[in-house]
């Protein structure tokens, strides 16, 4: 009898690494790789998602030696068009598949309960665990750079087996571990051992073997903190070492090529520290430069300043002064803010977290402020990610987890909306102004009348649409307007004739008066036909209307 084996990747979500569709995250890929790595024929390897288990009722059909199951959400966000999978999902599916052997890794690994007999939890990684196991000597232990080598091209092609192929944006490690000599209280990757960085031309490898399986969006996201790849360790300034512009632009050189013949499509990073860029402007400024030069427009640079007052960065090992992130925020918008398509190349993205040791209510009327400075300096932010920290097991402020009290969480949420309302939805009206064209949004949910899509990109905004479209189709958004962390927008082409009139409504300069008199009016056989009705539409917005 032939000995399968099958993948169940739940989705994961943690700092350093995204799974959720449309991403697909290194683990399924890692572990496909390790079991055809240790003699399995690709055929003999079935992959699911935690979707199609829910369609099924979490049953596992057919016979598999091992099921790896892959999951966790150590940073869970609201996701549109999938869901994570959760523990009790994950404890599901082991518990009613008894005649499987299970074996569950990724950052749900952390919380797994005990008692569940045919489920092992692997603490270190599953691909090395997978790897093993095929070899029938199954082991809890960490893969090397070799491994990750071998595995991540050997995987490549599990990615064909996804639901949403070729729809899809795939994670790119480039390293592993923190390179600071100190590390947040409550974050894990400094935990994690030796900093590991992976060699350019195997990063590059593994793309190429991921574009033959016709993958063209990527994203170097599982890092924590781009702008120090390949480092040399060999200097040090307020516990940074100095970055190695020409290690990125070796990496990003050859990526450039590939976006330029069309081999991709996107090419998005991931998180950057703000301390890297405050202790060495002049070799970040050159490598923000590198990238701004290689990516596809609309990026996304994450930093993790997580809290502007200086007492709680001091408590929590935080990378930088509350009031050195303005300097930061100027060089990424001086460097990467420049326009292509109508949308700025590469603006910072901010996470704040809520919870850290040292919080006071007086916290968050402080990040409050800084943001507003950065506001009125004229600079933008693309994202404010403001969340509750879920320290990882093993770190100082999962051992020492502070008591907040009712007044800190109620200032909290006052400022959070504030943060929102105030900040965040002004900048998101200058990003994308009303005429801004959004290329190749995916409809992912239709409810209620109204459509939502989003961009096969990292930190992708919702476009909402007026209009019932079908699920999964491509379409362009012409933006008219902008909602608290959304843009209200309606499909291109624009058509006077087909559009309801609640959609008509949203164009900039027609308003509800004129829509109705358009709808009367229509059909029109050509745009001269409605012209006293559209003369007070911008003519960028009016070049793409059409009868």
Same mark, same amino acid.
């Given at each position: ?30 572990? &496909? ?20 288990? %829910?369609?099924?009722? &979490? ?24 869901? *994570? ?15 499987? %052997? ?50 991540? %091209? ?11 192929? +070729? ?75 100095? +970055? ?24 998005? *990073? ?34 993790? *300043? ?17 009031? %050195? ?70 770190? +100082? ?14 200032? &909290? ?9 105030? *900040? ?49 189709? &491509? ?73």
């Amino acid at each position: 009898m032939t000995t399968r084996y099958c993948i169940i990747d739940c989705f994961v979500d943690e700092p350093a690494c995204f799974g959720v569709p449309p991403f697909v995250s290194p683990y399924p890929r890692y572990v &496909f790789g390790a079991l055809v790595d240790a003699g399995v024929g690709p055929e003999n390897i079935d992959y699911l998602t935690i979707e199609e288990l %829910r369609v099924s009722g &979490f049953a596992v059909a057919g016979e598999y030696r091992w099921c790896f199951v892959i999951g966790g959400a150590v940073v869970p966000g609201k996701y549109l068009g999938s869901r *994570i999978g959760t523990l009790a999902e994950i404890t599901r599916i082991a518990a009613e598949n008894r005649r499987h %052997r299970f074996a569950v890794g990724g950052p749900i690994s952390l919380v797994m309960p005990p008692g569940i007999g045919n489920a092992v939890t692997v603490r270190h990684d599953i691909e090395a665990f997978a790897f093993s196991a095929a070899a029938g000597d199954p082991i809890d232990s960490r893969r090397s750079p070799i491994d990750v080598a071998r595995w991540s %091209r050997a995987g490549a092609e599990v990615v064909a087996r996804h639901p949403d192929h +070729p729809h899809i944006i795939c994670e790119i490690e480039t390293y592993r571990g923190c390179p600071r000599t100190g590390h947040c209280s409550f974050c894990s990757e400094g935990a994690s051992g030796v900093t590991e960085f992976r060699e350019t031309d195997e990063i590059l490898a593994e793309i190429e073997e991921l574009q033959r399986c016709g993958v063209t969006r990527f994203r170097l996201g599982r890092q924590a903190d781009i702008l120090q790849y390949g480092t040399r360790f060999a200097e040090w300034r307020g516990g940074f070492p100095r +970055p190695e512009p020409s290690a990125l632009a070796a990496l990003f050189g050859p990526l450039r090529e590939k976006r330029d013949s069309g081999g991709i499509s996107v090419l998005n *990073i991931d998180n950057a520290n703000p301390g890297t860029i405050d202790n060495f402007p002049e070799e970040s400024a050159e490598i923000l430069a590198v990238i701004a030069g290689s990516i596809t427009p609309g990026d996304t640079l994450a930093m993790g *300043i997580e809290s502007f007052d200086d007492r709680v960065a001091g408590l929590n090992g935080l990378k930088v002064a509350g009031g %050195r992130v303005l300097p930061v925020v100027r060089m990424i918008n001086e460097i990467g803010g420049g326009r292509t398509g109508g949308i700025p190349v590469l603006l910072p993205g901010i996470n704040l977290l809520h919870g850290l040791s040292g919080e006071t209510p007086e916290t968050f009327e402080t990040n409050y402020r800084r943001l507003m400075e950065i506001r009125d300096a004229g600079l933008l932010v693309r994202r404010i990610n403001i969340r509750q920290v879920q320290p990882i097991p093993g770190t +100082p402020l999962f051992r020492n987890k502070p008591v907040i009290s009712k007044k800190t969480e109620l200032r &909290f949420r006052y400022y959070r909306d504030r943060i929102r309302e105030d *900040i965040e939805g002004v900048m998101l009206g200058k990003i994308f102004p009303p005429g801004t064209v959004l290329k190749g949004c995916r409809i992912l949910e239709t409810r209620g009348g109204y459509s939502y899509g989003k961009q096969i990109s990292s930190y992708s905004i919702t476009a909402k649409f007026p209009v019932e479209l079908p699920r999964g189709v &491509f379409r362009d958004a012409l933006v008219t307007g902008h909602r608290e962390r959304s843009l209200a927008a309606i499909p291109l082409p624009v058509s006077l004739n087909a559009l309801p009139q609640k959609a008509l409504e949203q164009i900039p300069g027609i308003g509800k008066k004129r829509a109705a008199a358009l709808v009367i009016r229509r059909p029109f056989k050509a745009l001269a036909e409605a012209a006293d009705l559209l003369e007070s539409v911008e003519p960028g917005i009016r070049v793409l209307l059409e009868p």
